[in-house]
């Protein structure tokens, strides 16, 4: 019913102002015919149908019929054509029929002005405001004219201010509703923009959002790697297809599984690596290497940033090393082969070289004596050269083991002389050792590896330095540290080369390296095997003056159980 | 006097040479055997004061001969010199044996350790 009302009562129209005064006026057409209607059906009523009607009586019932009439065809004019040609009818019909039906003189004297403001007022409400104010101008005139042009009738001047304060009320209102919805109406379209603005702004955003969201989760479904996203309980929420390869078992075995179900098929100390890894207060970013079932899986952990999604846990990558472990594990044996092949027979050369040279085939001659001495020199340092190889591979391979056994240091520095002293008496150099009295006679560490690095210092100490001294020094640092401190007169080294002597395969001067020998390995060596003992080394030089390289390490007091 | 016996198992022929000329300067008669085979049957009637014992051997490895000499009564005199090339399977051994050498061993060096064990009756 209300539809239909409606539908009745709207004309669709582009302009809204127009559209509201045209139902406004369909309202008013409706109501009039109405009024009509109910005068026809009172008059018919009382006349009988107008069987004893009187002329007035008849007269009235032509003036509803044509009303009604009227109000029809203004409607069909309203909907099909133009509303404001319709209202300004309408007005200008009332304002005729009204001028009519009173006496000129009742105008004047006022008691029909009041009548005026009747199309006025609808005026003002069915017409736009321009046209309004020149309905209430035009009917102010009229009025104003009619009042002065008749003889012995003075105009009621307070009735007629009355009138012409209506028609100026009514214009102003007409107009401030005009205006008051426009206003309204830009209000609803900006307000309008802008929730298309939010709207489309939001459906980018889920649209991003959701092709983010699509190319994780094809990444995750793609990449080779095996990844496990664990809950704040451990236990795997998120699996990809890649990690039900790598740990034998399907994905339903997986989601809801804590770490320690998911490694049956580790070997027990290994599992107490991986849950280490998993513990909050893990400190290691590194893969750890496992052997998981009958492969070898790098396993790296991290923690999920809680706050960020809202989520904690934890997520693990699983990366399939089995190759490269295997590859690794063939390397170092080789490299075990190489070294152990290479090893024998140069031992079996400097041994001989010795028989020889301690005399036990007959005294040698001077000049073979000397020979003899050259020999040994060249393969105590092929020796030393396979040696730094060895360690290289063994370092490359994570296999390199350093003991803890107690040890002197004055027999330490004696078995540096013994295989360096001769190189710097060679050279014409002062070659110094000194042990500090307040250092412990008896240290902790891995004597053989402790060689090592001060031959390896010292002798490129050696190597560098053409005049002056070499000098090994041992002393206690402070209250944990000891060092070994190896200082030459030598070239010194620049501060542009400190970044990169401890590199492998490096000289600092590589056109050098010929003159000097060597390739580059001793430092790098050094560096490592004070890194695996916990150490540090430094480096202080001054160009032309000499370097010297301290060599700190944890002094390790000597418990019952070392003293085997 | 007679000289006590030192037995240098070892394959490779040149060191053998040095390692024996190294024992007879500290003092000892030596033996030269080239595998771990023939040092068991050796061993089995003799007891040596030293054997100066290559890891890496054809037959039977050295460290089983070095088990072998642990476990029978008659060799529990026997000093044995290790001597490895691998200083990771040397590193099993300490406590095996007298001495556990790293290769490349020089002559003075076991010359002068193999001295020790001239005078040295346990």
């Not at chain 1, 809202?310 to 390397?331: H, L, Q």
């Amino acid at each position: 019913m209300t539809v239909f009302w409606q539908q009745l009562i709207t004309v669709p129209t582009t302009d809204p102002d127009d559209s509201r005064r045209r139902s406004l006026l369909n309202i008013v057409l409706f109501t009039f015919a109405t009024l009509a209607v109910i005068g026809i059906v009172l008059l018919l009523l009382r006349t009988r149908v107008l069987t004893g009607a009187s002329s007035e009586e008849l007269f009235a019932f032509y003036g509803y019929v044509i009303f009604l009439v009227l109000a029809a065809g203004l409607y069909f004019v309203n909907r099909n054509w133009s509303g404001t040609v319709a209202s300004l009818t309408l007005v200008m019909l009332l304002s005729v029929l009204l001028a009519f039906v009173d006496d000129p003189r009742e105008i004047a004297d006022g008691r029909s002005l009041v009548v005026f403001a009747i199309p006025v007022v609808l005026a003002s409400v069915l017409l736009p405001a321009y046209l309004s104010f020149i309905v209430a101008a035009v009917c102010s005139v009229v009025i104003t004219v009619v009042a002065l042009s008749l003889p012995n009738v003075s105009p009621n001047t307070f009735a007629m201010v009355v009138y012409f304060a209506i028609a100026v009320v009514s214009w102003l209102s007409g107009r401030g509703l005009e205006q008051a919805l426009r206003e309204v109406r830009g209000l609803n379209n900006e307000l309008e923009k802008r929730v298309q603005d939010r709207t489309r702004d939001l459906r980018e955003a889920l649209f991003r959002e959701q092709t983010e969201a699509r190319k994780n989760h094809t990444i995750l479904q793609s990449i080779a790697d095996g990844v496990i996203v664990f809950d704040e309980l451990g236990r795997a929420s998120v699996a990809n297809p890649a990690v039900n390869g790598l740990l034998e078992r399907p994905e339903s075995r997986i989601l809801g599984a804590t770490i320690d179900q998911l490694m049956d098929t580790v070997a027990a100390e290994n599992q107490v690596e991986v849950k280490e890894l998993f513990s909050p207060t893990a400190v290691q970013s590194v893969p750890l290497n496992v052997e998981w079932g009958g492969r070898t899986l790098s396993l790296s952990v991290a923690p999920l940033q809680a706050g960020q999604a809202g989520v904690g846990g934890t997520v693990a990558v699983f990366r399939d090393v089995t190759r490269e472990a295997e590859v690794s594990r063939m390397k170092s044996i080789i490299v075990a082969m190489v070294s152990h092949e290479l090893r024998t027979p140069l031992n079996a050369v400097q041994g001989l070289a010795e028989v020889l040279q301690q005399g036990v085939y007959g005294r040698l001659a001077d000049k073979q004596q000397v020979t003899i001495d050259r020999i040994i020199i060249n393969t105590k340092r092929l020796m030393s050269l396979v040696r730094d190889l060895l360690d290289q591979a063994q370092i490359e391979a994570g296999t390199l083991k350093i003991e803890s056994v107690l040890f002197s240091p004055s027999e330490l520095v004696d078995a540096v002389r013994e295989v360096v002293g001769g190189l710097a008496k060679d050279k014409g150099l002062q070659f110094l050792v000194t042990i500090d009295e307040a250092l412990p006679s008896t240290l902790v560490g891995d004597p053989q590896r402790l060689g090592q690095i001060l031959i390896n210092l010292t002798n490129n100490a050696i190597k560098f330095t053409e005049t002056g001294s070499v000098s090994i020094r041992l002393y206690q640092f402070d209250l944990v540290h000891w060092a070994m401190e190896v200082a030459d007169t030598g070239p010194g080294i620049p501060i542009s080369a400190e970044a990169y002597i401890y590199d492998a395969f490096r000289q600092i001067d590589s056109s050098g390296s010929r003159r000097h020998g060597g390739i580059g390995l001793g430092l790098s060596i050094v560096k490592r095997l004070v890194t695996v003992m916990e150490g540090d080394i430094k480096l202080s030089s001054r160009l032309g003056r000499g370097s010297t390289f301290t060599v700190l390490l944890p002094l390790v007091h000597p418990g019952p159980h070392l003293l085997t | 006097m007679e000289r006590p016996l030192a037995i240098i198992v070892e394959d490779d022929p040149d060191l053998s040479t040095v390692f024996a000329e190294a024992v007879q300067a500290a003092g000892f008669a030596s033996e030269t055997i080239y595998n771990g085979t023939a040092a068991l049957k050796r061993l089995e009637g003799t007891a040596p004061r030293l054997l100066v014992l290559d890891l890496h051997l054809p037959g039977v490895t050295g460290d089983r001969i070095l088990d072998f000499v642990n476990e029978q009564p008659h060799l529990a005199g026997v000093q044995v010199i290790v001597a490895s090339a691998d200083d990771r399977s040397a590193q099993a051994l300490y406590g095996k044996a007298s001495l556990v050498l790293l290769k490349p061993i020089s002559f003075i060096q076991l010359r002068d350790l193999a001295g020790r064990f001239i005078t040295n009756e346990g």
